[in-house]
């Protein structure tokens, strides 16, 4: 397991933490409107950067396989959160295109951390191979 890559995912994780006690602590999800996109997208990296990390010490997957797992698992758990916010009523489909925009924006954002948590991650492990 590369020492660096689990520091820094450890790093991300807690600091992803500390930021969603404060914003809901200080109401910043209500009042600043992007607080929630900061948060989607560093998650997504997280995500990232944890399937990376455990998948890395398998050596018989191909980089195309290691891909297709983290994308698949950054959208798992964005859609699960997603989910997340409609059954605790965070959010509603009542809200319409209001719901539609902020849902889509929240996978886009996911997605586009998810990748740079990826390219990050193979950025550490392919200069300490």
């Given at each position: 397991m590369n020492k660096r890559l689990f520091r820094d995912t450890a790093i991300l994780f807690v600091v992803i933490g500390v930021?969603?006690?404060?914003?809901?602590?200080l109401y910043l999800y209500w009042t600043t409107w992007w607080m929630d996109m900061i948060l989607h997208f560093l998650s997504g990296g997280v995500v990232a950067m944890t399937v990376i990390l455990v998948l890395s010490?398998?050596?018989?997957?191909?980089?195309?396989?290691?891909?297709?797992?983290?994308?698949?698992?950054?959208?798992?758990?964005?859609?699960?959160?997603?989910?997340?916010?409609?059954?605790?009523?965070?959010?509603?489909?009542?809200?319409?295109?209001?719901?539609?925009?902020?849902?889509?924006?929240?996978?886009?954002?996911?997605?586009?951390?998810?990748?740079l948590g990826m390219k990050y991650s193979f950025y550490i492990l392919n200069k300490h191979e």
């Open positions: 930021l969603d006690f404060l914003a809901n602590k010490s398998l050596s018989w997957l191909s980089r195309r396989h290691v891909i297709a797992s983290v994308i698949f698992s950054v959208l798992t758990v964005g859609l699960v959160w997603e989910l997340f916010e409609l059954w605790f009523e965070v959010t509603s489909l009542a809200d319409g295109i209001v719901y539609w925009t902020d849902t889509s924006s929240d996978i886009f954002l996911d997605l586009l951390g998810g990748f």
